[in-house]
């Protein structure tokens, strides 16, 4: 079993949906959680970063841990051609920096 | 700031080949990092270094050699090339701050390698 299980897509919505992209995760260690957004032919880009439990929000985006299942989500409103790319989860003990990245879910979005 | 760039962009290797790709950065970063992205598998790490002179082992290390001569240069080496290394290399970069989730890995623009 993989630590780190993401719903590879791809996935197609029209523009203005709501999104929702999710992880889940084995390794209770786990603490800290991100996601990054990665275009075609570039390198992936941290979007959103959440310590512990609860949700944070960052305009459209809103990112929500739940320890207790071992499940996180990152929430897109409105959502944009330009958020057109693949999301990958990614999450850490902490420590000296091994992070951990999910296999990544391929979103388009339809003008 | 040019941030993370890698060298070469693209290559084709023949098996048994040899070759090394350069990563550099100008953001003065302690930690530095490489990964292969391979489909269905998502990023995967093959070295990392967490300061000049220092390299470690990382997920999946075999075929690959790395050195950190230089603060700002992180360089990946593969001494005979076997087709299973096909793949997009990324190098990364961060500055350590003592919360993980804070060291926003900087990465580059990837390097497509073809193994025939």
């Known amino acids: 079993q993989k630590e780190v299980e993401q719903d590879p897509g791809p996935l197609s919505v029209p523009e203005g949906a709501i999104v929702s992209l999710n992880c889940t995760y084995s390794?209770?260690?786990?603490?800290?959680f991100m996601w990054y957004r990665q275009y075609s032919r570039k390198g992936p880009e941290l979007l959103m970063y959440?310590?512990?439990?609860g949700n944070k929000e960052d305009g459209r985006f809103t990112a929500q841990v739940d320890k207790s299942s071992k499940y996180i989500s990152l929430f897109i409103r409105d959502s944009q051609p330009s958020d057109s790319a693949t999301y990958l989860c990614?999450?850490?003990?902490?420590?000296?920096?091994?992070?951990?990245f999910g296999t990544g879910t391929k979103l388009q979005v339809i003008p | 700031n040019a941030g993370v760039t890698q060298t070469p962009k693209f290559r084709v290797l023949k098996t048994g080949q040899s070759m090394t790709l350069l990563c550099a950065q100008d953001?003065?970063?302690?930690?530095m990092y490489w990964y292969r992205q391979d489909p269905g598998m998502g990023l995967r790490l093959i070295h990392y270094?967490?300061?000049?002179?220092?390299?470690a082992k990382g997920e999946v290390p075999d075929g690959y050699n790395v050195s950190r001569l230089k603060k700002q240069n992180f360089l990946l080496g593969l001494e005979s090339a076997a087709p299973s290394q096909t793949s997009v290399y990324f190098c990364?970069?961060?500055?350590?701050?003592?919360?993980?989730?804070?060291?926003?890995?900087?990465f580059g623009p990837g390097t497509r390698l073809t193994v025939l």
């Open positions: 990364a970069s961060s500055y350590p701050s003592g919360r993980a989730a804070r060291d926003e890995q900087f």
């Open positions: 390794n209770s260690a786990f603490q800290y």
């Open positions: 959440t310590y512990s439990s």
């Open positions: 990614a999450m850490s003990s902490g420590g000296y920096q091994k992070v951990t």
């Open positions: 953001m003065n970063h302690e930690y």
């Open positions: 270094s967490v300061g000049e002179g220092t390299t």
